[in-house]
């Protein structure tokens, strides 16, 4: 009997993983992209005069399979007040790269005069293609591109939670001066480079040095004195 029970037992398992291998093997699903973002801003506010064009990064992720070939990601301009051409231009083809997780849509934004006193938008859509399909994730199909050469809010500005300043322009000049970038802080590509804890020392010293150069005058701006206090450091 127990030599029966225990024949049975290795019956058992190996009609499970047969049907294991089966469902592996023929498991299938369509692989999709999306925006990492729904939108981002651009500014040539911290660039040298003679900068007249820059390369701005769009992140786009992958919801599927890794290949061992690349694929073409459909995406198009659904709408924008800006010049294609003129403005701006996308380069394409726009290409998820084999074994790759996330890809860059590369918008080439142009530097005119006009963008001192007025900000330009484009809204980018994503589409099914031969080998990608759009994501069905409402805020993350689209994804809106505005540029200026001028001080703007940043999209990231109100989504750090842990940076709880009021935004202002003298405020984010004053951050620009001391950073060098109007980018949000972090290690990514398209952020400033320095981790949060640095950048709020850094504006810390940098205030302490004007207050004391100016001491009838301290860094203020329309909510009143300006501080970089956080709830995280002290």
């Excluded at 701005?56 to 459909?74: A, F, P, S």
């Excluded at 405020?171 to 640095?198: C, I, N, W």
């Excluded at 950048?199 to 329309?222: V, W």
Aim: with cysteine; charged share 25%.
């Amino acid at each position: 009997m127990k030599s029966l029970s225990g024949l049975a037992v290795v019956m058992l398992l190996l009609m499970m993983i047969t049907a294991c291998k089966k469902d592996i093997m023929t498991y299938n699903t369509n692989d999709y992209v999306y925006f990492n973002t729904d939108s981002s801003v651009y500014s040539f506010v911290d660039k040298n005069d003679d900068v007249l064009k820059d390369t701005v990064l769009v992140r786009m992720n992958l919801i599927g399979k890794l290949t061992n070939m690349d694929r073409e990601v459909n995406v198009s301009v659904e709408s924008t007040d800006a010049v294609e051409g003129q403005d701006f231009s996308v380069l394409r083809p726009v290409i998820l790269q084999k074994d790759s997780t996330f890809l860059s849509l590369k918008v080439v934004v142009n530097r005119s005069g006009e963008l001192k006193d007025k900000s330009k938008f484009i809204l980018f859509g994503i589409h099914d293609s031969e080998k990608l399909k759009m994501a069905s994730l409402d805020t993350r199909a689209r994804h809106k591109l505005r540029f200026s050469d001028k001080l703007e809010q940043p999209s990231w500005w109100d989504g750090f939670f842990f940076f709880p300043w009021d935004y202002s322009e003298t405020r984010m000049r004053f951050y620009v001066k001391v950073v060098g970038s109007t980018k949000g802080p972090g290690l990514e590509a398209d952020q400033a480079g320095y981790e949060h804890a640095v950048i709020i020392y850094m504006l810390k010293a940098a205030t302490a040095t004007y207050n004391e150069q100016h001491p009838n005058e301290p860094l203020s701006d329309e909510f009143g004195l300006i501080d970089w206090d956080v709830y995280w450091m002290i």
